[in-house]
Every structure is written in structure tokens, then in C-alpha cells.
């Protein structure tokens, strides 16, 4: 069993930074495949970004590549998320998640065994 707690959401303006955490509780954070992912209201839950277990390979989903980088620190075990350059379109809830059954990071929700309860970023104009 994983627990996870994100934070560092907020309210900021076009053109700001924000990093979010995720803390993970329980044993063998390393094992565990990570993911970003954001719903907006009335939009499906879309992948934003991933990271293996061991934090050597990322993947960032083309609608924020080239703003926004994962990484993660198993010894505190906490996932981040770095988002730079912020639009109002990036105003959603940001959830992080786990798969216990892979290694490398997949895109589809459905592949994630975990969840946090969502920390909420707006983006103002």
C-alpha cells in the first residue's frame, strides 16, 4: 500500500513558476513507477509528465515539453514537478500517482495503482 500527498499548488500569473510535491508513504518509493497527471473541469484526466522508479528516464507529454521537468528524490520519497512558463490553460487539478507494476513511466491512467488526492493549480491572465 502507497500513500500520496501532493502540495504546492496555488494561484500564480501567466508567465510564473510553481513546484509541486509528492510525498509518498510506505516502503519501496524506488519500486514504484511515478506520474503527473491534471483534469480540468469537464475534461478527461490527461498524463503531464512520468519518471521510472529509479528517476533515470522521464517522459513529458508534448503539450508541456520544453516547460515543465520531473524528477524525483527516493530518499525522501517525494516526486516533483516543475512547471515554468504557466498558461491559463494549465489551470487544472495536478494528481500523482503510482504503478507498482512497471519500471518506466506509462501515460494511461488506468496503468496507475495509486492516487493522491490532487493539489490545485490556477493560472490567471
Known amino acids: 500500500q502507497l500513500q500520496l500527498v501532493e502540495s504546492g499548488g496555488g494561484l500564480v500569473q501567466a508567465g510564473d513558476s510553481l513546484r509541486l510535491s509528492c510525498l509518498g508513504s510506505?516502503?519501496?518509493?524506488?519500486?514504484?513507477?511515478m506520474g503527473w497527471f491534471r483534469q480540468a473541469p469537464g475534461k478527461e484526466r490527461e498524463f503531464a509528465a512520468g519518471?521510472?522508479?529509479?528517476?533515470?528516464?522521464?517522459y513529458i507529454a508534448d503539450f508541456v515539453k520544453g516547460r515543465f521537468t520531473i524528477s524525483r528524490d527516493n530518499a525522501k520519497n517525494t516526486v516533483y514537478l516543475q512547471m515554468n512558463s504557466l498558461k491559463p490553460e494549465d489551470t487544472a487539478v495536478y494528481y500523482c500517482?503510482?504503478?507498482?507494476?512497471?519500471?518506466?513511466?506509462?501515460?494511461?491512467?488506468?496503468?496507475?495503482?495509486?492516487w493522491g488526492q490532487g493539489t490545485q493549480v490556477t493560472v490567471s491572465s
Open positions: 500517482a503510482a504503478d507498482r507494476r512497471s519500471g518506466v513511466p506509462r501515460t494511461g491512467a488506468g496503468s496507475y495503482d495509486y
Open positions: 519518471v521510472s522508479g529509479s528517476g533515470s528516464r522521464t
Open positions: 510506505g516502503r519501496s518509493f524506488r519500486n514504484y513507477a
